[in-house]
């Protein structure tokens, strides 16, 4: 079992679901995702500084609520739920966490 199996078997169990934003982000980054978010947990927002530094825009995991909003919304299919993620993407768990430690 890999580091990310854990990390998701713990978030399923211990702390609930999450979304997450995977590399089809890259690109294209245009917020549109942030405009629906109802609890902001998406960043950088394109009003932060951080947000010309990245190539794409992550999840807060302790802050998404699971609303599903924000996935239809993306234009190239980037977000996805950590529920119905490949093992291959798996790891996006964990890059979408590291950005707001
Ligand atoms: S699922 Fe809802 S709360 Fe979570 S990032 Fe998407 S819009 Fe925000
Ligand atoms: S809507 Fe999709 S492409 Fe746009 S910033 Fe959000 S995840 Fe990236």
């Not at 109802?38 to 951080?50: L, S």
């Not at 998404?64 to 977000?79: F, H, Q, R, Y």
Request: proline letters at 9%; hydrophobic letters at 35%; aromatic letters at 10%.
């Amino acid at each position: 079992m890999t580091i990310d199996s854990l990390n998701f078997t713990y978030r399923r169990f211990h702390k609930g679901m999450t979304y997450i934003i995977m590399d089809a982000c890259i690109g294209t980054k245009d917020a549109s995702c942030v405009d629906v978010c109802p609890v902001d947990c998406i960043h950088p927002r394109q009003d932060e500084p951080e947000y010309e530094k990245v190539e794409m825009l992550y999840i807060d995991p302790d802050e998404c609520i699971d609303c599903g909003a924000c996935e239809p919304a993306c234009p190239v299919e980037a977000i996805y739920p950590d529920f119905d993620l490949p093992p291959e993407m798996e790891k996006w768990l964990g890059v979408n966490a590291d950005y707001f430690k």
